[in-house]
């Protein structure tokens, strides 16, 4: 059964009643938003995980692919579109999962998990967020103390080209997506360049044998481990609820 956190608590008398806050995670599959929606679900209260893998047509209605040899899982054909529209409508409206939704993707709320969903969910063999960065992101947290019911929408395709025709688009108070380019890609990339300006009027800089592989691409990857996405996301999701919640004591103060 699909994970989710306590019931809102009551709203305080006088105040407007908040739905809930949707917030998407999107990118390419092994980008990491799974694991990043699981830790983001276990720091919040109140908050749920919704998995667009969860959504997926029974497998004998996967459309083929264009050669005809394989399922074609990577298209909005193979996914059951107005179910999932309909689960986020009513996680908006009512800030908790619909009854009877089953998910795939169970998790401890610690960023592991043991669900086989298409693009993933398999078990974390070590936790994927230091432990002074997770009690970083807690003290931020704790600090903000604001009780909105959060939804974070797990998927591969939430506003991609194929999309935009549904209303999909268009339920996400915040849309993150995880850019994930491939070592080999950015290599290639990198190898093309002519070289870098460091100094006016100095020689173009160029890479010494191996320097992509020994210092560019170990930076790149410490630079967005899961921690550092962790807090990226954080910092937005805090400054989304702490902008809404300027909004409603403005509009309380114009009724008064």
């Keep these: 059964m699909a994970d989710h956190g306590p019931p809102p608590a009551p709203a305080p008398p006088g105040a407007r009643a908040r739905a809930a806050l949707i917030v998407g995670i999107s990118g390419c599959s092994s980008s990491g938003k ?13 908050s749920m995980v919704v998995h667009q893998d969860d959504f997926y047509k029974a497998e ?36 908790r999962l619909p009854p009877g939704l089953v998910s795939l ?6 960023g592991h998990g043991h669900g086989h969903g298409h693009s993933g969910g398999t078990l974390a063999t070590a936790p994927p967020v230091a432990p002074e960065t997770m009690a970083r992101v807690r003290s931020r947290i704790a600090a903000s103390a604001h009780p909105r019911p959060i ?15 549904t209303p999909l688009p268009r339920l996400f108070d915040l849309k993150l997506f995880l850019r994930v380019p491939g070592f080999r890609t950015v290599q290639r990339r990198r190898a093309r360049r002519a070289g870098y300006v460091v ?5 173009l800089w160029r890479d010494p044998p191996g320097y992509f592989a020994r210092v560019v691409w170990p930076a790149y990857v410490r630079e967005h481990a899961m921690g550092n996405l962790l807090e990226w996301a954080v910092g937005i999701i805090l400054d989304k609820l702490e902008n809404d919640n300027d909004n409603d004591d403005n509009e309380r103060e114009e009724t008064k």
Excluded: K
């Design 34 to 46: 799974t694991t990043l929606c699981r830790l983001l679900r276990g720091l919040f209260a109140q």
């Design 60 to 95: 004998d209605d996967i459309p083929r692919t264009p050669d005809g040899l394989d399922r074609d899982w990577d298209t909005v054909a193979a996914l059951n579109m107005p179910a999932f529209v309909a689960a986020l409508q009513y996680v908006r409206t009512h800030a």
């Design 105 to 110: 993707e169970a998790d401890d709320g610690h």
């Design 151 to 165: 939804a974070f929408v797990d998927g591969f395709l939430l506003y991609g080209a194929s999309t935009a025709p």
């Design 199 to 203: 100094e006016p009027d100095a020689p």
